[in-house]
């Protein structure tokens, strides 16, 4: 059962524009949700965070807003570099609280010059 | 500089061999992962262990075994039982602390192993 969806297996983007990358759960007792970002055979990187409590987190060009009525959340990536290019993962604790984290498939995003 | 480090980058092991795939880490952090990555999928836990002299499995756990004598080290054993071992293997770690920040996991840049 995946708890942690990421429908959309690629996204390709123009150099500038925003990059929306969505996630889907299905547990609603998830309290943190983090998204990495993985390179070709390197381990991914921590990216950016957000808590239950919040609906919006930003840093940089990058900003994370949850949904929690709707259990989606998703990154926004403006402007769109592409040095962007990587494979997106989203995560969240599987039980709640300090507990090993669940991963979405992943996306992967392309950011075209 | 502190980091998580694992070793070899590539792995190659002839079919009904064990491997053992290292992973040591100098962030201090109570916490460590392994996990496997297949294309087209995302990262499947195989063990993990919160503190020195304890481990759990995690989602898939059979043909895998590991040891968790030192804080800085949590190698992982792929046996001949592991029935598709070829995959790329990273570890990661946490501070396991309390908090939520204790969840951000670092990882290493992990070891593709290929099973000729």
């Known amino acids: 059962d995946q708890q942690v969806k990421q429908n959309s297996p690629s996204l390709s983007v123009q150099e500038g524009r925003i990059s929306i990358l969505n996630c889907d759960y299905t547990?609603?007792?998830?309290?943190?949700f983090l998204w990495y970002k993985k390179y070709p055979a390197e381990g991914p990187t921590f990216l950016i965070s957000?808590?239950?409590?919040?609906d919006k987190n930003e840093d940089g060009r990058f900003t994370v807003f949850l949904n929690k009525s709707a259990k989606h959340l998703s990154l926004h990536i403006v402007p769109s570099q592409p040095g962007d290019s990587a494979v997106y993962f989203c995560?969240?604790?599987?039980?709640?609280?300090?507990?090993?984290?669940?991963f979405g498939k992943g996306t992967r995003l392309s950011v075209i010059a | 500089d502190g980091g998580i480090t694992q070793s070899p980058k590539y792995l190659f092991r002839k079919e009904g061999q064990n491997v053992t795939l290292s992973c040591e880490q100098n962030l201090n952090h109570d916490a460590m992962y392994w996990y496997r990555q297949d294309p087209g999928q995302g990262l499947r836990l195989i063990y993990y262990s919160q503190i020195v002299n304890d481990f759990q499995k995690g989602d898939i756990a059979e043909g895998y075994s590991v040891s968790r004598e030192k804080k800085e080290s949590f190698p992982l054993t792929v046996t001949s039982a592991q029935k598709n071992p070829t995959a790329f293997y990273l570890c990661?770690?946490?501070?396991?602390?309390?908090?939520?920040?204790?969840?951000?996991?670092?990882f290493g840049p992990g070891t593709r192993l290929t099973v000729l």
């Open positions: 990661a770690s946490s501070t396991g602390g309390p908090g939520l920040a204790g969840n951000e996991q670092f």
């Open positions: 995560a969240a604790p599987r039980g709640g609280g300090n507990t090993p984290l669940v």
């Open positions: 957000i808590s239950s409590i919040k």
């Open positions: 547990n609603s007792m998830f309290d943190y």
